[in-house]
């Protein structure tokens, strides 16, 4: 499945495929996201409130996808731009099974494989519903983050939140963390503090 992730892409930009969603860099969240905490797979809790005037890029993650590379773009952005920019990765099982491992084995995976040093969350629901992520509760209901509804379409979707705390994009799978339209949303959202 892993090899099919370059064709895929490929296909998708080709195609003009990609949902990529923006608007919310004027929009104040009703809740503020820096309010927010979650669970990191080791079992520590992470409040927010660390990331004022950082750039955050939230990604659901499987490791049996094939869209599971980006584990190495995800890296490479953090690398280059940790000063700025915070990864995020929320591992789930919520399409097709492609995470059935527990948080030990994730992050062994991730370690492994890809030198993964960004935080990692506690496996987790991020599809709307009642066990849904308090943080993709957020992401995905304009009544919480201004604007967006817009759940999760697969495997590494993305969501940007700017150095205000607002949410600034949304990405669907196929867009690369190191694409063009990501970087420029990093680069406008960290100016704009």
């Known amino acids: 499945m892993k090899w099919v992730y370059p064709v895929f892409v490929n296909y998708k930009n ?3 495929k990609n949902k990529k969603l923006f608007g919310g860099e004027n929009i104040v969240p009703k809740i503020p996201f820096y309010n927010l905490s979650t669970t990191l797979n080791n079992g520590q809790e992470l409040s927010f409130e660390n990331f004022k005037n950082k750039m955050v890029l939230i990604v659901n993650t499987a490791s049996n996808c094939g869209y599971t590379n980006q584990y190495q773009e995800l890296q490479n952005l953090y690398e280059h731009n940790n000063e700025n920019v915070i990864v995020l990765a929320f591992p789930s ?5 492609q995470e059935r491992g527990n948080d030990d084995e994730i992050a062994a995976f991730c370690q492994l494989n890809f030198g993964v040093s960004f935080p990692l969350v506690k496996k987790t629901v991020v599809l709307k519903g009642p066990n849904q992520n308090k943080v993709y509760e ?6 919480l983050n201004g604007w967006n509804d817009q759940q999760p379409t697969w495997n590494f979707s993305k969501y940007l939140i700017n150095a205000r705390g607002q949410l600034s994009h949304y990405f669907d799978p196929a867009v690369s963390p190191l694409s063009e339209d990501v970087i ?3 680069n406008s959202g960290s100016n704009n503090t």
């Open 14 to 16: 080709a195609s003009g």
């Open 93 to 97: 099982n919520d399409f097709k099974e």
């Open 138 to 143: 957020w992401l995905t209901h304009k009544e």
């Open 184 to 186: 420029r949303a990093i």
